[in-house]
């Protein structure tokens, strides 16, 4: 019983930088809640490698983690969207941070159920990239003193799309050697949107560097996809 202790751990402490991210976004510090949402993503990548490591994975745990995961990257990177930048869109700044959480939920729910049944890369946009998206966004805007609203639409339009990734059937490498396979085409243009996002984030490149992981990974299944098809026809 005792092994089962520090992955549950790592579980609950998915779960608790999710609050803590929704409460410091909620009391004006946007960098802390984008950060405690990057301490969840840490959490939630160790306590399924403590599971395997201690041999104590169950079902129980993996709907804890799903549950974590919902509050962490779906909940609250919807808030701090809302709270940054969707506030100014009034209701319908309401329905694309909603909109975000729900596919989030969807895109969760999926995996549990196709788990068996996909193998070798992720149907859509894990929601931890896509919650981490909104977070490193958000830790590059503020530390470049970028004003959002700059962005106008753009903004609420990224929500939506990185939203409609989480559920769509675009798939994801899940860099393991099997399955999906990346083309050249898909490296080269990944590269140069990652060196990219890092020139123009240069005033403040760590934060940068954080968010060009994220987008790079959420360009690269669209990019990959298009290269599939196309090299298929």
């Not at 802390?32 to 599971?51: K, M, N, P, Q, T």
């Not at 989030?104 to 729910?109: D, N, S, T, V």
């Not at 962005?151 to 769509?168: E, H, K, T």
Request: hydrophobic share 55%; with cysteine; charged share 10%.
């Amino acid at each position: 019983m005792y092994r089962a202790l520090i992955p549950n751990m790592l579980t609950s402490a998915n779960l608790v930088f999710g609050m803590c991210s929704i409460l410091a976004t909620l009391r004006g510090s946007l960098m802390g809640g984008a950060v405690f949402i990057l301490l969840a993503l840490a959490a939630d990548g160790l306590d399924g490698r403590a599971a395997r490591f201690f041999g104590v994975s169950s079902e129980m745990g993996k709907e804890m983690d799903s549950l974590c995961d919902l509050v962490s990257f779906g909940a609250a990177p919807g808030i701090l969207a809302y709270v940054f930048c969707l506030h100014e869109f009034s209701f319908f700044g309401w329905a694309v941070a909603i909109c975000f959480a729900l596919c989030g939920m969807w895109r969760l729910a999926r995996f549990n159920v196709n788990v068996n049944v996909v193998h070798g890369y992720f149907m859509g946009l894990a929601i931890p990239a896509g919650g981490c998206f909104v977070a490193t966004s958000t830790l590059l805007l503020q530390a470049t003193g970028f004003d959002p609203y700059r962005l106008g639409w753009v903004y609420p339009a990224i929500m939506l799309l990185v939203a409609f990734l989480m559920v769509s059937e675009v798939h994801y490498p899940d860099f393991k050697g099997k399955g999906e396979k990346v083309y050249a085409v898909t490296w080269c243009l990944s590269i140069l949107l990652f060196v990219g996002i890092l020139y123009q984030g240069r005033g403040a490149l760590w934060a940068a560097l954080l968010f060009a992981v994220f987008a790079t990974y959420a360009s690269l299944g669209i990019i990959n996809t298009l290269a599939a098809k196309i090299s298929n026809k």
